[in-house]
């Protein structure tokens, strides 16, 4: 990431809820994931009116967004406390540093509030994803994630 470039990672605020409504709807076309503009808006309302259930951090230039990373919480009995979720992490730019500043920014982040541990899931076939986070201090569980409505 060069210097000149003037890039900001901050915390979203609520009036960021646009930009980065469109941030997610291209992140789930890149990732064949479906796009539910409902679901997503009601998913980030809470996490812009402060830090309870998490965070959300963007990249910014010169007034637009062009990246965003959501960090929510946990908590475990095996990890001592709380830990969290990197649950989505999206660069518009890719390639130029920006994804693995906006991720040491996620790690500073969830270790200020707390946190001991980042986890976060890739699809299996996602093998680039994988690259990306092993090369960035990311180690493979043994555990395989399960999941049920509710």
């Given amino acids: 990431m060069n ?5 900001t990672i901050r915390s979203a605020a609520p009036s960021d809820i646009s930009a980065l409504l469109s941030l ?15 679901r997503a808006h009601q998913a980030f309302e809470p996490l812009l ?7 959300v951090l963007v990249l910014e230039r010169k007034d637009t967004l062009f990246g965003y990373a959501v960090l929510t919480w946990g908590w475990s009995i095996e990890a001592g406390g709380r830990e969290s979720l990197l649950d989505e992490m999206y660069v518009d730019q890719p390639g130029h540093g920006y994804g693995s500043a906006l991720l040491e920014a996620v790690v500073e982040t969830a270790r200020q509030h707390g946190a001991v541990r980042v986890f976060l899931e ?8 994988r690259t990306f986070w092993l090369h960035r201090g990311f180690e493979l569980e043994d555990s ?6 509710c």
Avoid: P
Avoid at 3 to 7: A, K, L, R
């Fill in 49 to 55: 009116q402060d830090a309870r259930h998490g965070v």
């Fill in 3 to 7: 210097e000149s470039d003037e890039v």
């Fill in 122 to 129: 890739t699809e299996s076939a996602n093998e680039n994803a």
């Fill in 24 to 38: 997610a709807e291209r992140y789930c076309i890149a990732d064949n994931a479906e796009w539910n503009h409902h």
């Fill in 144 to 149: 395989i994630w399960l999941q049920r409505s």
